[in-house]
């Protein structure tokens, strides 16, 4: 199973307002790292995706040359 980049930023998000609902101090900031974590994953996947895009289009190029 693909795991996409929306899932990662929902993921950030639920992290963020829980990060603003709570009083405590460590949950707060278990909260906030969490974000942080999952962001970073979307961004991986979301140049991944790009990367993969990129190279897609190179071959096609290439290819179509080639013909």
Same mark, same amino acid.
Do not use: Q
């Given at each position: 199973m693909s795991t996409t980049s929306s899932f990662y930023l929902a993921?950030?998000?639920d992290c963020a307002r829980e990060a603003r609902a709570t009083d405590l101090a460590n949950v707060r +900031?278990?909260? =906030?790292?969490? +974000?942080? *974590?999952?962001?970073?994953?979307? +961004?991986? *996947? =979301?140049?991944? +995706?790009?990367?993969r895009c990129r190279r897609d289009a190179e071959k096609m190029a290439a290819d179509a040359v080639a013909d």
């Open positions: 993921r950030a998000t +900031e278990r909260c =906030l790292r969490s +974000e942080a *974590v999952w962001r970073a994953m979307a +961004e991986r *996947v =979301l140049r991944t +995706e790009a990367s």
